[in-house]
């Protein structure tokens, strides 16, 4: 993907304070070479309005977690977009590695954990093990407001959050890895330019079909009679209406690609409409 960066006004994404979206947001720009204003947002619908709504500007934004799977208000927003041009530019997948960290420099002073409650319920068994019996716990509304409430409590107290976090903040880590499983995070960049094929793409589409049986098998058949291999496949009802679903689709490729714009046509002709999200390099 090629951007010059005179050519963007702002990329945004999700969070502050070390956030994975503003991780994310880093490599994107470091890998694209992109230099610009960047701003924080709240959610991921005020990103995607962003996007949409000022032309020049990108968004970084959650996309497919390992655990949880495709993320439905990500995919949901972007269908919706007013510029039908915005699109998915490129990803990158990240590893939730938590980490333990404080003003303190000895883990074994630790009284007190301030952290998000998804940060909390994702490191519960080394909470459990590895801190004391009654440690106090302390809810924060996001890994960056742990991060400075730590600045209200006394060095006993560690909050949960990011290698970034701790850079950004002056924190010490006290153990990194902290979390119970190992579980990524695919994050998408998202704007209204083109990308061209490099030989390692995929093409992120929706389609939305009739609600009846065989539906799924006709799309499906013209993608392997193309010889496309699908990545990815997930189906749902419609909110609009009972008789119809919604079809959500990675393949391996690029619409630039002659075998993936015939298929794209081919399923167009049999859906009830169709919208392409994206054709970006894989991570």
Do not use: W
Not at 72 to 88: A, E, F, G, H, Y
Not at 104 to 132: D, V
Not at 195 to 214: C, H, M, Q, V, Y
């Amino acid at each position: 993907m090629e951007i010059k960066s005179g050519n963007i006004d702002k990329i945004a994404y999700l969070g502050i304070g070390g956030s994975y979206s503003e991780i994310a947001k880093d490599i994107f720009c470091q890998k694209y070479n992109i230099e610009t204003y960047q701003s924080s947002l709240r959610t991921i619908e005020e990103i995607v309005d962003y996007v949409d709504t000022y032309p020049n500007t990108l968004g970084v934004i959650p996309y497919e977690n390992q655990m949880e799977g495709i993320i439905r208000k990500t995919i949901d927003k972007l269908s919706k977009t007013n510029n039908k041009n915005i699109q998915i530019l490129a990803e990158v997948e990240l590893e939730m590695n938590s980490c333990l960290l404080s003003k303190n420099s000895e883990i074994y002073n630790i009284s007190g954990i301030i952290a998000h409650p998804k940060a909390l319920a994702n490191c519960r068994e080394f909470i459990k093990n590895e801190m004391p019996l009654h440690v106090n716990i302390i809810t924060a509304n996001s890994m960056d407001e742990s991060a400075r409430m730590l600045d209200s409590y006394n060095l006993t107290y560690a909050t949960i959050g990011t290698e970034k976090t701790a850079e950004v903040y002056n924190l010490n880590i006290l153990k990194r890895d902290i979390n119970d499983c190992n579980n990524k995070t695919r994050f998408i960049l998202i704007g209204e330019y083109e990308t061209a094929p490099t030989g390692n793409d995929k093409t992120s589409f929706l389609i939305k079909l009739e609600d009846r049986e065989g539906a799924l098998l006709e799309i499906t058949q013209i993608i392997v009679e193309n010889k496309i291999n699908i990545i990815h496949v997930e189906s749902r009802k419609t909110e609009e209406s009972k008789t119809e679903q919604m079809l959500y689709l990675d393949i391996e490729g690029h619409i630039k690609e002659e075998k993936i714009s015939k298929a794209l046509s081919e399923i167009e002709k049999k859906s009830l409409g169709i919208r392409i999200l994206g054709s970006y390099e894989r991570d």
